[in-house]
């Protein structure tokens, strides 16, 4: 069963609407007890790193999460600010984040790129993993932040905006995709596609 975290900042409904497109059942969690029977689960993100955060707090998520990600082998998918949060740090609003990857999250220079980058961008996809496209492909961005992961093996993809960043991650059964992959067209619905068929171990 498919959950999709529901929480203030987030945008479970168009994550939703994408899955019921694709011809899959899915169900919102905005609870520990709805997370039971997950065999996948999708943390969407719209907002800030701090807003996240503190949904997750309030609605006592954190540590059901990491008991269904890291301890059981869940699925898990983070999308745009969903992914920023695997990481330790973010620099918006100096928030301490999930840490389940090793790295930090920081601004996009004003001075040398548009803050916000908010737009289509291509995405060179450098590690093979289950849900890698067969091709490299643009997907839809809205983020004035970007992960620096400290593990160079857990960029799964990335992508040039006045220098390359990790628009993807991938460690064993957790994904991440800066890019919205429920707004990336055809291109994001082949990748949510892939995840969701995805087994657990």
Known sequence: MIKIIDYKAGNAPSVMHAIRHLGHSAD???????????????????????????????????????????????????????MQVLFQHSEEEDTPCLGWLEGKVVKFDRGQVRVPQMGWNKVDFVKPTPCTPKSDDYFYFVNSYYAKPTDGENIWGQTDYNGTFASAVQKGNVYGTQF??????????????????????
Request: net charge negative.
């Open 28 to 82: 919102f969690a905005r609870s520990a007890a709805d997370l039971e029977g997950a065999t996948h689960i999708i943390l969407p993100g719209v907002g800030s790193a701090g807003a996240t955060m503190n949904s997750l707090r309030e609605l006592d998520l954190l540590a059901p999460l990491q008991s269904a990600v890291l301890e059981q082998g869940v699925l898990f998918l983070g999308i745009c600010v969903g």
């Open 180 to 201: 919205h992959v429920e707004k990336s067209g055809k291109a994001g619905l082949a990748l949510l596609e892939r995840f969701i068929c995805l087994q657990k171990d």
